[in-house]
């Protein structure tokens, strides 16, 4: 049982390059979540997927697309990189979102650096 | 909108000290309330969670209750080791459908 499994673990970009941060969860939950980490400011929502086949946006969604594949996996699209995301990406997983039962589960990060 | 505000960091203590990180919260109805606690190079997870007033959460010697009347889920542990050293996020699930709404963070040093 892995968890929530984050690809890859580190990442250097140019300016304007594009790349998919892959996530997946093998503890069958219905909601899936993006989130960045920058210091001082806490984790902030990115993208999330309540269910399979919804997603919605969150605190900050601009310069980012996302994929609910199926159940398991959730995917996170920078088209055009650029320095202001340079960040710690975190995916999380949760039975439901909402709630007494909304204990979130995190992979271990994917740190990228955008020159 | 919900909002969850921590104590500014860094926490510095010496081990076998008593600990407590303050929090408090705005929401609307009756949230969830958690700590999660996050390793260096690593990941958050959940360290403790309460879902209702005076409910207290405990885990690994932490603890935290619920206070509805003050709005506050301050996390506590009587005598800190240096493996606890790490960033302690508190956040809150709103009622309804909803998210979960993180602190910005209070970071725990201890040394020997």
């Known amino acids: 049982n892995a968890g929530v499994t984050q690809t890859p673990k580190f990442q250097v970009l140019k300016t304007g390059q594009s790349m998919t941060l892959q996530c997946a969860q093998d503890m069958n939950h219905n909601s899936m979540y993006w989130y960045r980490q920058d210091p001082g400011m806490g984790l902030r929502l990115i993208y999330y997927?309540?269910?399979?086949?919804?997603?919605d946006k969150g605190e900050v969604p601009n310069g980012y697309n996302v994929s609910r594949l199926n159940k398991r996996e959730f995917s996170l699209r920078l088209e055009s990189a650029a320095p202001s995301q340079t960040s710690v990406y975190f995916c999380?997983?949760?039975?439901?979102?909402?709630?007494?039962?909304?204990?979130?589960?995190f992979g271990p990060g994917t740190r990228l650096t955008v020159l | 909108g919900d909002s969850v505000t921590q104590m500014e960091g860094p926490v510095t203590l010496s081990e076998e000290a008593f600990l407590t990180i303050n929090c408090t919260y705005t929401a609307t109805g009756y949230p969830s309330l958690f700590w999660y606690v996050q390793y260096p190079g690593e990941g958050l997870q959940l360290l403790l969670k309460?879902?209702?007033?005076?409910d207290k959460g405990s885990n690994k010697g932490f603890e935290a209750t619920y206070r509805k009347e003050t709005t506050s889920f301050h996390l506590e542990k009587g005598s800190v080791q240096v493996s606890d050293s790490a960033v302690y996020f508190c956040a809150l699930s709103g009622s309804g459908y909803s998210t979960l709404t993180f602190g910005k963070g209070t970071m725990l040093l201890v040394s020997p």
């Open positions: 999380a997983s949760s039975e439901v979102a909402g709630g007494p039962s909304d204990t979130q589960y």
């Open positions: 309460a879902t209702k007033a005076d």
């Open positions: 997927s309540a269910s399979e086949g919804t997603t």
